[in-house]
């Protein structure tokens, strides 16, 4: 119940196109939504994130849409560049008082060709 | 702003051997965090500490996985005696306590390799 499922594990895109990363999590206890990006040799970090009260938060060219109802969340990566070319993680925590406990999907590699 | 700051990066050993990595967190960030992560995968909570006291543990194989955090500041992760499916890289993180931001701020990590 814990497991966030992430969607497609790879994908390729021209610049200038959009890319798509899908999750999907079974536990309802969950209340907010954060995409980590993460480059070779780094570690993750915060991209963007969403609490279900909101249907779709926008960052500049990243949205997040959010689906209560169905349990699912996507990012958006508009107007693609190669910069963009990482390791998106979506991931999902409970509001603890003792700080977060982040619960993270398997990942999409993400290839932008110039 | 100082970030999350880990040693050693890189390690090789043999297995049934011990290795230890070492975290210092974002000052002033209460909460600490090691995870696992396994090439081509996401990060596996391991550990999670609140000040010097243990919050999470319930994912961390006590036989072999040890870590502390003395004084409520830095942290030790220690693996005794390892398997080749240690082999990952380790990740500190650390968050400001009591604020459900989701923000995680990671270091660069540990990468183990267990020959």
């Known amino acids: 119940q814990q497991q966030v499922k992430q969607s497609p594990q790879s994908l390729i895109v021209q610049k200038g196109g959009i890319s798509i990363i899908n999750c999907a999590y079974e536990?309802?206890?969950?209340?907010?939504f954060p995409w980590y990006q993460q480059f070779p040799g780094k570690g993750p970090a915060l991209l963007i994130a969403?609490?279900?009260?909101?249907s779709e938060k926008k960052e500049g060219r990243f949205t997040i849409s959010f689906n209560k109802s169905a349990k699912q969340f996507s990012l958006h990566i508009m107007d693609s560049q190669p910069g963009d070319s990482a390791t998106y993680f979506c991931?999902?925590?409970?509001?603890?008082?003792?700080?977060?406990?982040?619960?993270f999907g398997g990942g999409t590699r993400v290839l932008v060709k110039p | 702003e100082a970030g999350v700051a880990q040693s050693p990066r890189y390690k090789i050993i043999e297995k049934r051997q011990s290795v230890a990595f070492w975290c210092n967190p974002i000052?002033?960030?209460?909460?600490l965090y090691w995870y696992q992560q396994i090439l081509g995968q996401g990060p596996k909570l391991l550990i999670q500490?609140?000040?010097?006291?243990?919050?999470?543990d319930s994912q961390l194989p006590k036989d072999r996985f040890s870590a502390e955090r003395l004084k409520g500041v830095d942290s030790t992760l220690k693996i005794q005696p390892a398997k080749l499916e240690d082999s990952a890289v380790y990740l500190c993180?650390?968050?400001?306590?009591?604020?459900?931001?989701?923000?995680?701020?990671f270091g660069e990590g540990s990468r183990l390799t267990v020959l």
């Open positions: 993180a650390s968050s400001v306590s009591g604020v459900n931001t989701g923000e995680l701020f």
């Open positions: 536990n309802t206890a969950f209340d907010y």
């Open positions: 969403i609490r279900p009260d909101v």
């Open positions: 991931a999902a925590s409970i509001d603890k008082a003792a700080g977060n406990k982040l619960t």
């Open positions: 000052s002033g960030h209460a909460t």
């Open positions: 500490f609140q000040n010097n006291g243990v919050v999470d």
